[in-house]
């Protein structure tokens, strides 16, 4: 992160709210303190010059650090921070360095210093590593921060290396109690964090193994990556990954260890190869250290910050690179030995982690017993949803037994879950050429299917499915011959052939029931339930089918069935509650995250927390949902369905909203990837042609689309009113329009929608009372947002404008208002222009009316959750909204009721 010092990365990752928090103190032009804590190579330094980056011209900056040892330099960091500059009077230098003047002297020689250097001017003035900062320059500190003018005050410092014997313990226990200070704590980077500044050294989206990897190795500690990509001048993440630490960053690492006694060193050396987790009592056993001992060392070792407490009688390194640096200069003798002692203790102990026998196994040389536990531990771990583990663990034992079926299968799925899919193919491909049973190849092509979908390989997809037809004609009715079907079922289904889905779920289910296959009877269920959900005539008998599912496959630990058949519920037909909605999305993740299954625990999660904003209308809290998503996923290099995954809905969202230059953007984005849905990039293209209102690019685009539509083999609805209301905007002729509503409409549309385009089409045609007679029809369906229902509304009103009825319009007017209160862009205009014709006042004119009666119905919700006593934070949760959302809601309440307080609020929503 410190590119000022030669770093890796062009820009500051992470660091975003924090650098607006400082940037809003420095422009306050008021005096402010701040103080920013971290562990070294955390990014406090490049943080605080990203800081002085923003500042206005005419702002004095004065930077100072300070160095080990000057606890004995007096006004060391004053000194720093002056250094060079000619406009430092010689004379008030000379007062300041003269230890016969006394401290007070002094310290008001300082602070002159200062007041000349900074005069009326705003300021940002920095003292840098306060932990190594002279008494005399933490009391320069102190005063600075009493005294009044534009100015603000920066200290850094390394909370583990603070001890009261140190000037700035007190130093900053006054602060606390004398100033407001703004406390900065700079964590590690998360490891979407760790991704993203990879691609920002490297140009370009890193793969996820490499960046999973890399920020195992470093921690995220922003220093660490970076000496590490130094090392590497050609990127190749790879190849980094398994790079010997450079002797410059080991020899600072080992720094820390290199002065303990040989008893101290022994134990140490013995915890490196313990492996990443540190049980005390296999420690003790390995080197034989007696119990008071080892407390003795373990404790000097923790006040170090070599190691850390993680657990109940567990340790960990603070920095895994600090393992690696102590294990890099042992004999590989002397790690053998101790791995074969961890490894006895273990197994003697009947030990029920696999992954540290494993560990100590290969070590030692021991590959019979690696093999044994990595097998187990790639069940176990696939059990427990720890996939990543899992994957480690099963390649482990492939290095020895690279045709072990067992293996394999564990390696697939657990890839396959971790979102690995390039991974998860390979081995599933040697999973199937190996099986040494039909059930065992009809599980592995099962698989196959899948991740052909999800990377997008639909002629692969045609070619495992040809395959199961002709290993079914070979099987006897059994077990083999149900999971296969089941496999055909869900290439059916996820190929569009919804028809032959059902077909083969009935015959899949027919041999479950049979033979006793229970989980062949769930996979079947959760196909059929998936498949009659697309439907709007069956779509009510799908989620009978897949709620009761989801009940069934929790109590069994199908944990990866019951989060698929939840997924379909929450991105099928909307709840009629917003409730069970939020509820359905939580306990996705929760069984997401129990199997470990990366892409619906992470990217569908805030898919689905958008979802659930656009039901309750709230356009804002949608985008950021999604904007959040996307910045989490972009730097990870994915192929196939998982390739910028938020782009196609977020980008809609910002045809919502009118954000034309965002859209440009995300589709140049999109049309980068291969194997695009056909019909993305075309019908993105003509939105954004008409609502810029680029008629010949529309036109062009349209026939693109048309063509497109012939490839695609559903048909969607929500797509058709979009890009009607989109043709409607540009005023393209009525007979293109109907050309459009043939090719986007089929059977199998919900109803709703299609009643909304007809009307929409009715309208552009002249015919009125037909298309009001439409609109009204659906004024109050469920399966239409909150958003979509405004516009029914405008629309009906429009038609009633044109009968002359304006009471009705009016009336139509006015229940448009609440739906689109949190909406923006065209839906709102239109509103906006249907109001003036009726010569109503606009929507943001001030509210004639107060009180409760002046919320929208979204800030009536929020209300009484403040009367409950939540916080942002709490709110946020609740409503899977973003903090910023929540702020505000609140902020809007308290001025619409006129009220300063959260507790205001509560009395008076009581009252009301």
Same mark, same amino acid.
């Given at each position: ?6 770093? /890796? ?128 320059? #933490? ?24 001890? $009261? ?14 100033? !407001? ?69 080991? &020899? ?46 373990? $404790? ?41 002692? /961890? ?9 029920? &982690? ?6 100590? =196994? ?52 657990? #890839? ?62 059994? =077990? ?8 055909? /079922? ?32 769930? /996979? ?14 069956? #779509? ?89 998503? $996307? ?102 002729? !009525? ?60 629309? !009906? ?29 065209? $839906? ?85």
């Amino acid at each position: 992160m410190r590119t000022i010092r030669g770093g /890796a990365s062009p820009v500051m990752i992470g660091r975003d709210s924090e650098l607006r928090r400082l940037a809003r103190l420095a422009s306050a032009r008021e005096p402010a303190v701040a103080i920013i804590a971290g562990e070294p190579g955390i990014g406090k330094t490049r943080l605080v010059h990203e800081l002085l980056a923003t500042v206005p011209a005419g702002t004095v900056v004065l930077v100072g650090q300070a160095e080990p040892g000057s606890l004995s330099r007096p006004y060391e960091v004053l000194l720093d921070a002056i250094d060079g500059r000619p406009e430092v009077d010689e004379d008030q230098l000379a007062a300041l360095a003269d230890a016969e003047r006394s401290p007070v002297e002094r310290l008001h020689t300082g602070l002159a210093i200062l007041s000349d250097l900074i005069g009326d001017s705003p300021a940002v003035i920095v003292f840098e590593d306060l932990h190594w900062a002279d008494s005399e320059s #933490a009391a320069l500190f102190e005063r600075i921060a009493d005294q009044r003018g534009p100015r603000l005050l920066i200290g850094t410092y390394r909370p583990d290396e603070v001890t $009261r014997r140190q000037p700035v313990a007190g130093l900053l226990a006054r602060l606390e109690r004398r100033h !407001a200070v703004t406390h900065v704590r700079l964590d590690r980077l998360t490891p979407a964090q760790t991704a993203a500044m990879l691609a920002a050294a490297t140009g370009a989206p890193a793969p996820m193994r490499a960046a999973t990897a890399l920020h195992h190795r470093t921690g995220g500690n922003p220093f660490f990556l970076e000496e590490l990509l130094r090392a590497l001048p050609g990127y190749d993440l790879e190849a980094l990954v398994e790079q010997p630490l450079p002797w410059s960053l080991a &020899d600072v690492l080992r720094r820390q260890v290199d002065d303990l006694d040989p008893v101290s060193h022994r134990i140490v050396e013995a915890a490196t190869v313990l492996g990443h987790r540190i049980p005390f009592d296999l420690l003790a056993d390995v080197t034989g250290a007696g119990e008071d001992e080892l407390i003795a060392v373990l $404790r000097d070792l923790v006040t170090r910050g070599v190691l850390v407490e993680s657990g109940e009688d567990e340790f960990a390194f603070r920095h895994a690179l600090v393992r690696e640096a102590i294990a890099d200069q042992m004999l590989g003798r002397q790690r053998r030995r101790l791995h074969e002692a /961890a490894l006895d203790v273990l197994l003697s102990g009947g030990s029920s &982690d696999p992954a540290m026998v494993a560990h100590h =196994a290969r070590g030692a040389g021991r590959y019979e017993d690696m093999i044994a536990a990595a097998r187990s531990g790639t069940a176990l771990y696939l059990s427990i949803g720890s996939a990543y583990q899992a994957l480690q663990l099963a390649e482990m034992g492939l290095d020895e037994v690279p045709e072990d079926t067992d293996l394999l299968a564990g390696a697939a799925r657990a #890839a396959w879950l971790a979102g690995l899919l390039d991974d998860a193919q390979r081995y599933g491909r040697r999973w199937r050429d190996l099986a040494a049973t039909a059930t065992d190849r009809a599980e592995s092509l099962y698989l196959l299917v899948r991740i052909a979908w999800e990377s997008r390989e639909t002629d692969d997809m045609r070619a495992l499915t040809h395959d199961i037809e002709t290993l079914i004609a070979q099987l006897p009715p059994g =077990a083999g011959q149900a999971r296969a079907m089941t496999a055909i /079922a869900q290439s059916a289904y996820l190929r569009d052939e919804l028809d032959a889905a059902l077909l083969w779920c009935d015959r899949a289910l027919a041999l479950a029931d049979e033979f006793g296959l229970p989980d062949v009877r769930l /996979a079947a269920l959760l196909e059929k339930g998936s498949t009659l959900s697309e439907r709007p005539h069956t #779509a009510a008998d799908g989620r009978k089918i897949l709620s009761g599912l989801v009940d069934e496959a929790e109590e069994a630990g199908e944990w990866v069935l019951a989060a698929r058949a939840l997924h379909t519920l929450v991105s099928g037909e909307p709840p009629t509650s917003p409730a069970e909605h939020a509820e359905a999305l939580e306990r996705m993740r929760v069984d997401a995250e129990r199997a470990g299954f990366e892409s619906l625990a992470v990217a569908t999660y805030f898919q689905g927390r958008a979802r659930l904003a656009v039901r309750a209308g709230d356009l804002g809290a949608a985008i950021t949902a999604l904007e959040e998503g $996307r910045e989490q996923d972009r730097s990870y290099r994915r192929r196939g369905r998982w390739a910028d995954y938020h782009g196609v809905f977020l980008a809609g969202l910002y045809l919502e909203a009118g954000e034309f230059d965002q859209v440009e953007q995300l589709v140049a984005d999109l049309a980068a990837l291969p194997n695009n849905p056909p019909t993305t990039i075309p019908g993105l293209a003509f939105h954004l042609a008409c609502r810029r209102g680029d008629l010949p690019r529309a036109e062009a685009t349209l026939n693109d689309l048309v063509a497109a539509m012939a490839a695609q083999t559903w048909r969607s609805g929500e797509q058709a009113h979009d890009l009607i209301s989109a043709a409607l905007e540009i005023g393209l002729p !009525a007979h293109r329009l109907d050309q459009m509503a043939t090719v986007l409409l089929d059977d199998d549309v919900w109803d709703a929608y299609r009643t909304l385009v007809d009307a929409q089409v009715a309208e552009a045609h002249g015919r009125h009372a037909e298309a009001l007679a439409g609109y009204l029809s659906i004024t109050d369906s469920h399966t239409l947002g909150p958003a979509i229902r405004g516009t029914v509304r405008v629309g !009906a009103a429009r038609c009633l404008l044109a009968a002359d009825r304006r009471a009705e319009a009016t009336a139509q007017v006015e229940a448009a208002v609440p739906l689109l209160a949190e909406w923006r862009g065209w $839906r709102v205009a239109q509103l906006a222009q249907v109001r003036a014709q009726l010569g109503m006042a606009p929507i943001d004119a001030p509210p004639a009316v107060t009180g409760p009666a002046a919320l929208t119905p979204r800030e009536r919700e929020v209300a009484v959750l403040i009367s409950d006593g939540l916080t942002n934070n709490e709110l946020a949760r609740r409503l899977y909204i973003s903090p910023k959302t929540a702020a505000v809601h609140v902020s809007n309440i308290l001025r619409k009721l006129g009220v300063s307080s959260r507790t205001e609020v509560g009395d008076l929503v009581g009252r009301h």
